[in-house]
């Protein structure tokens, strides 16, 4: 069975510095699709980036980026220029390759942001 | 095009009652799929519906849990019999077919008392 494993249950980082959260996966399949969602004190569930696994390049969204390792099973989430409005819970997902199927997401790790 | 709806927002029921949560998918949005989050906890997968169709229910209780996403109007989770273990977070996510991004509800809290 799929696992996400998020190993950092907080971190903290300064406004407009950069923190690095980090998931790994377990998986036997080689074609998949991982996630970053963030879930503000709101709890809303928002996307924030998406990486397919047969791609290379690592995706970027903005500020936001991530280091992709296949071969380690790591997907690391980079921001950069850290915000207030970043404070958040963010949660890896994974979701195995096709057209549909359902995610399966880490414990999370909670992000403060220090002014 | 508005995000995927759910209500009621906020849900109190007493042990031993039932509750029904409704999901309202983003237009052109076929697939459903429910997911549960307990305090501190990430979410779980419960079940995975189309139109008419339970796809997979892998991850529903097999008591008191029941899920439907009829021809016309919401899909529902319904919840027989509520227990003070049932309060969480309930999210429902929904997807275009061929598109392997899910768009979030902003969720229903349940709190049994």
């Known amino acids: 069975a799929q696992t996400v494993t998020q190993s950092q249950p907080e971190m903290s980082v300064q406004e407009a510095e950069t923190v690095t959260l980090s998931c790994t996966y377990d998986?036997?399949?080689?074609?998949?699709?991982l996630f970053w969602y963030k879930q503000p004190p709101s709890r809303q569930m928002i996307l924030v980036i998406r990486q397919e696994a047969y791609k290379q390049q690592n995706a970027t969204e903005n500020r936001f980026s991530v280091n992709f390792q296949k071969a380690a099973k790591s997907f690391s989430l980079k921001i950069s220029d850290s915000q207030l409005g970043d404070a958040a819970m963010y949660f890896c997902?994974?979701?195995?390759?096709?057209?549909?199927?359902?995610?399966?997401f880490g414990k999370g790790t909670k992000l403060s942001v220090k002014p | 095009n508005a995000g995927v709806m759910q209500n009621p927002r906020h849900l109190v029921r007493r042990r031993g009652q039932e509750a029904r949560l409704r999901c309202s998918p983003m237009k052109g949005h076929s697939h459903v799929y429910w997911y549960r989050q307990l305090p501190e906890e990430g979410l779980k997968f419960m079940v995975y519906?189309?139109?008419?169709?339970?796809?997979?229910e892998s991850g529903m209780p097999k008591e008191r849990f029941s899920a439907e996403f009829p021809k016309e109007g919401p899909s529902i989770l319904r919840i027989q019999q509520v227990v003070r273990g049932d309060s969480a977070a309930y999210f429902c996510?929904?997807?275009?077919?061929?598109?392997?991004?899910?768009?979030f509800g902003p969720g229903t809290r349940l709190l049994v008392l």
């Open positions: 996510a929904s997807s275009p077919p061929y598109e392997e991004t899910q768009y």
């Open positions: 998986t036997s399949e080689s074609d998949y699709y």
């Open positions: 997902a994974y979701r195995r390759g096709g057209s549909q199927g359902n995610l399966i």
């Open positions: 519906l189309q139109k008419e169709n339970i796809i997979d």
